[in-house]
């Protein structure tokens, strides 16, 4: 079966500094990857994908994610972190079970907080 | 606008009581999705429906129960035999069950069992 990893429970940043938060991949076959944004007692927003082609996906709100088939990462990157990026932060990725409909994998999550 | 609504957006309810947590859409989508999110985990797969009048058990899918009656519609009943029901309940929706396809989530709900 397909799985995400997010190693980090929280990162820690300051405003203006770059940031980085970590998923790693395991899957048979091509990946299908994504990021997911969820603020408090919201649901959560799409951020970009992966599907094929260029290894560096751009997406929403100035984030960009860089996909490593040879250390089956994909990691998540802002430039420029703002305090309002603070949220919990979900890598996934599809699955297709043999005999079933495709769905997503959801990693445990990552909680972001940028200081002032 | 388009998108998808869930309510109520906080739910009580006593033990041995079932409750039903509405999802709809007009985002023409053809799949769905019920999510459960506990504290500190991530989202656990519960039901989902690629198409109208039908849909298939996620992960996790013990006491609760699922319909499928209109495109715009899945509503998810927490039945009495769902022993630990209180959590923040998600529904989402897809154009398709595509690998190529992001999935749009609903506001939430949380449900609180007393």
């Known amino acids: 079966a397909q799985s995400v990893a997010q190693p980090e429970d929280q990162v820690n940043v300051a405003e203006g500094n770059p940031l980085t938060v970590k998923c790693t991949y395991s899957?048979?076959?091509?990946?299908?990857l994504f990021w997911y944004v969820q603020y408090p007692n919201r649901g959560l927003q799409f951020l970009l994908k992966?599907?094929?082609?260029?290894?560096l996906v751009k997406g929403s709100y100035g984030f960009e994610a860089e996909f490593n088939k040879s250390q089956t990462s994909f990691h998540l990157k802002k430039p420029s972190a703002l305090v309002s990026d603070s949220a919990l932060y979900f890598c996934?990725?599809?699955?297709?079970?043999?005999?079933?409909?495709?769905?997503?994998?959801f990693g445990s999550g990552t909680r972001l907080s940028i200081r002032p | 606008d388009g998108g998808i609504t869930q309510s109520p957006k906080y739910l009580f309810r006593k033990e041995g009581q079932n409750v039903t947590l509405s999802c709809e859409q007009n985002?023409?989508?053809?799949?769905m999705y019920w999510y459960r999110q506990d504290p500190g985990q991530g989202l656990r797969l519960i039901y989902y429906?690629?198409?109208?009048?039908?849909?298939q058990k996620g992960d996790i899918a013990e006491g609760y129960s699922v319909s499928r009656e209109k495109k715009e519609s899945f509503p998810l009943t927490v039945t009495s035999a769902q022993k630990n029901p209180t959590a923040f309940y998600l529904c989402?929706?897809?154009?398709?069950?595509?690998?190529?396809?992001?999935?749009?989530f609903g506001p939430g709900t949380r449900l609180t069992v007393l």
């Open positions: 989402a929706s897809s154009l398709g069950t595509s690998e190529l396809n992001e999935q749009f």
């Open positions: 899957v048979s076959g091509n990946p299908y």
């Open positions: 992966y599907i094929t082609g260029d290894n």
């Open positions: 996934a990725v599809r699955d297709r079970p043999r005999g079933s409909a495709s769905k997503i994998i």
């Open positions: 985002l023409n989508h053809d799949a």
């Open positions: 429906s690629q198409i109208v009048n039908d849909f």
